[in-house]
């Protein structure tokens, strides 16, 4: 898979697209207003660099030097970039950017369409790193000649001195890191900024919302100190609105390139978003923090009166919210110099340094207070020697915030005037809660620094109704285990398949199916190893051909207008039976070797018919169904909801619910399709229906019957879900623990309930 469209990722596919593209496919899939586009992989990149034969020389680079030598690390920076961009891309990955940049086009009615190239790593937008502007972002880039080039530029850019050193100091390997591309059609934003689903320094469940004019790269560089507004997500109540003088944008010139220019004067102290604007802001950030199962960082912009999102990742920085001790600590200090934005909690004292350019980061030492315009990621090693941070401009969602409280370091932005009024060498002490600088250094007390508190762990909570974990990747098995998961409810074969570059029937066609197998049992031990003795529920191959034909002997694949209705799934195994014999027999070999936790799930099924062949295959292959392993299938068409009685005669052992398709299939609604997508809900009573009926009619038949479609980790569905009988809920790792919460308080409504009934 070298080219991918978002609406064929989702965000267990970091792996492939990167922390950027994963989440702008998850984004796509929830149905969430997002500019359209497609990843080149990380996959492609990994081929350039074979294929160039440069992975070595550059491993070879990083190994001699030392990151902080400045000097030696930028030259470092240079030589391996150099190295890149001289290197030929492989034709084959011409062709494909060419055609998926060219659909593009198509697809929005435009002409070498305007786009954003934008790197996505495989270790970027991740919960423990942000890795906040360490890679390049391009705009307004048009032509699929330009695309190319803009995309070799952005591999590049993963060795940029900063991102090198970032690397280093985050214990990342830089052999295990490896790069996407975004492609994205340009949002040409009348007005854009960034939400913080919850406060981002102290946890709060208000939105922090932040907003400019023009494009949202002044608000993210923090070459603007941006409106700040606050709003209460309970009540949907503006409970602040901050307007700043905001002296610059970002806009288009008349050759379509994105300039920094003067905010008009009639616009500089005019308030960038009005009350709907941030409801609606708002009641889009909940969505997707709810679909998340976590808070966000979010990117977005409003085109000719339209919200749109740009990018969204977990907040990478609560985890050291929880020390309240220094509230009041900064009420015995002196007088105060300059006042900011409170963007990174704590308090630090320290000599000013001010620094005006990055050829003068050496001026910094360990316990220094920075002082700065505004921070770029070139001066995260600087930062990290510095006790505290502050910034004449930016808003708390910039560069500088995310990074100080990513590394733990008060910090105070959007002053204005603090590179004028602070004294070189001169002794400060700042406080990053409130936002305001003291004249002279103080001691810091214990007990008010900027301390990560521990907790009690609590006692597990434990439910009737298991909770489990959908997996995509084998390295993503020991995490999912760690939550304490009672099994897999969902392993995506396509991800373990996929990935080897190399289309299934190829493998046959050259007589290499014991490569195939190997391949497929190989990846699936991980992740049985890593839950034994719990269940793991191996879902047969399920890709559509629009990921196939992307694979080296995927050319022959047909062109279909709409591939998710098309030949995938079971129907598609049923043609091409050599596939699935070769998926049976990986599971029959991990069965010989003791792994009898898995189970084999059919997708796509709309006919007991395609059960009994599937099984048959199953049988010939020397594994029995029934006896060997558990067999089930997927509910995931409206005709298998309304059959499952069937079905349950033929002979399954679980069922379980794709509520996506099951949604899509239902109410005849392309999810991905932005005219739509508004009328996409897994609640919808026609798909609640299929789904109680699916539940009721498992359990009257003593039939395990699980979900492991989004529905699955929304909290009031999830109730509902508890209520009509469910065997287990399969969820996302990152979503494992509310859902246990929420089934829980679930069970406890139905005893509570039963209970006072009976005192009736």
């Not at 989440?23 to 294929?51: H, R």
């Not at 001195?161 to 052999?175: C, D, G, L, M, V």
Request: some cysteine; charged content about 25%; glycine content about 8%.
């Amino acid at each position: 898979m070298y080219v991918v469209k978002f609406e064929d990722l989702s965000k267990s596919d970091i792996r492939i697209a990167g922390g950027k593209g994963a989440n702008l496919g998850e984004l796509t899939q929830a149905g969430i207003p997002v500019p359209p586009g497609f990843v080149v992989t990380a996959q492609a990149y990994e081929k350039f660099m074979d294929e160039a034969g440069i992975n070595d020389k550059v491993m070879s680079i990083l190994e001699e030097i030392d990151i902080n030598d400045t000097k030696a690390l930028q030259a470092a920076s240079k030589e391996i970039k150099e190295l890149i961009i001289e290197a030929p891309i492989p034709e084959d990955l011409v062709l494909f950017i060419r055609e998926y940049y060219n659909e593009l086009c198509q697809r929005v009615g435009e002409d070498d369409v305007d786009v954003a190239i934008r790197s996505s790593a495989t270790a970027e937008d991740l919960p423990e790193a942000s890795f906040a502007g360490q890679q390049d972002t391009f705009l307004h880039v048009s032509g699929d000649d330009e695309v190319i080039e803009y995309i070799r530029k952005c591999w590049a850019s993963l060795f940029e001195a900063r991102a090198i050193f970032y690397r280093e100091e985050n214990n990342f390997e830089h052999s295990k890191v490896f790069i996407a591309v975004v492609v994205q059609k340009m949002a040409h934003a009348d007005k854009a900024g960034v939400m913080f689903t919850v406060n981002p320094s102290t946890g709060e469940e208000i939105a922090l919302i932040e907003g400019s004019w023009g494009l949202g790269e002044a608000v993210v560089s923090g070459d603007v100190t941006p409106d700040n507004y606050q709003v209460d997500k309970k009540a949907n109540e503006i409970i602040n609105v901050t307007i700043s003088d905001k002296k610059i944008m970002y806009t288009n010139d008349d050759k379509g390139t994105s300039i920094k220019v003067d905010v008009p004067e009639d616009l500089r102290n005019k308030r960038v978003l009005s009350d709907e604007e941030l409801i609606e802001l708002t009641e889009m950030g909940k969505r997707v923090q709810a679909h998340y199962g976590e808070p966000m960082d979010t990117e977005w912009a409003f085109e000719n009166d339209s919200l749109f999102l740009l990018q969204a990742r977990p907040i990478t920085t609560l985890g050291d919210v929880g020390s309240e001790g220094n509230d009041d600590a900064s009420s015995e200090l002196g007088d105060v110099l300059v006042r900011g934005l409170g963007a990174s909690p704590g308090m630090a004292s320290g000599n000013v340094k001010v620094v005006f350019d990055i050829d003068e980061l050496d001026k910094i030492k360990d316990g220094d207070i920075m002082v700065t315009t505004m921070t770029t990621p070139d001066m995260v090693p600087a930062m990290r020697r510095a006790s505290g941070i502050v910034t004449d401009e930016g808003g708390v969602t910039c560069h500088a915030s995310i990074i100080s409280r990513e590394l733990g370091i008060p910090c105070v932005v959007g002053t204005a005037d603090a590179t004028t009024k602070l004294e070189e060498n001169f002794g400060v002490t700042i406080d990053g809660k409130k936002g305001l600088v003291f004249d002279g250094i103080f001691e810091i007390k214990e007990e008010s620094a900027n301390i990560v508190t521990g907790t009690v762990e609590s006692a597990p909570i434990i439910t009737v109704t298991e909770v489990k974990a959908n997996v995509s990747m084998p390295e993503a098995a020991q995490k999912a285990a760690a939550t304490g998961a009672d099994g897999v409810g969902l392993l995506r074969t396509e991800h373990l398949m996929l990935t080897s570059g190399v289309h299934p029937g190829k493998f046959i066609a050259e007589n290499r199916e014991d490569e195939l197998i190997d391949t497929i049992a190989d990846n699936v031990q991980i992740v049985a190893d890593a839950f034994y003795p719990k269940p793991v529920w191996y879902r047969t191959l399920d890709a559509p051909t629009d990921e196939f034909i992307t694979l080296e002997g995927g050319e022959n694949e047909p062109m279909e207008h709409n591939p998710m209705l098309g030949w995938r799934g079971i129907r598609r195994e049923l043609d091409q039976p050599e596939i699935l014999e070769c998926e049976f027999k990986a599971i029959k070999k991990l069965h010989e070797k003791g792994y009898t936790n898995i189970g084999i799930m059919i997708p796509l099924s709309q006919s007991p018919e395609e059960l009994i062949q599937a099984k048959a295959i199953c049988s010939d292959v020397g594994l029995e169904p029934h006896r060997d392993v558990d067999f089930g299938m997927m509910v995931e068409i409206p005709a298998a909801a309304i059959m499952i009685d069937e079905y349950i005669n033929v002979g399954i052992d679980f069922v379980s619910l794709g509520t996506n398709d099951l949604t899509q299939y239902t109410l005849a609604v392309d999810r991905n399709n932005e005219f739509v997508a508004k009328h996409y809900s897994e609640e919808h009573p026609a798909v609640m229906k299929l789904i109680e009926r699916t539940i009721r009619k498992c359990a009257e038949a003593g039939v395990t019957c699980s979900i492991c479609g989004q529905a699955g980790s929304v909290p009031h569905i999830v109730e509902k879900l508890v209520e009509f009988g469910i065997s287990s809920v399969s969820s996302n790792t990152d979503a494992i623990a509310d859902v246990r919460k929420t089934v829980a308080r679930a069970e406890q409504k139905i005893i509570l309930d039963a209970a006072r009934k009976r005192l009736e």
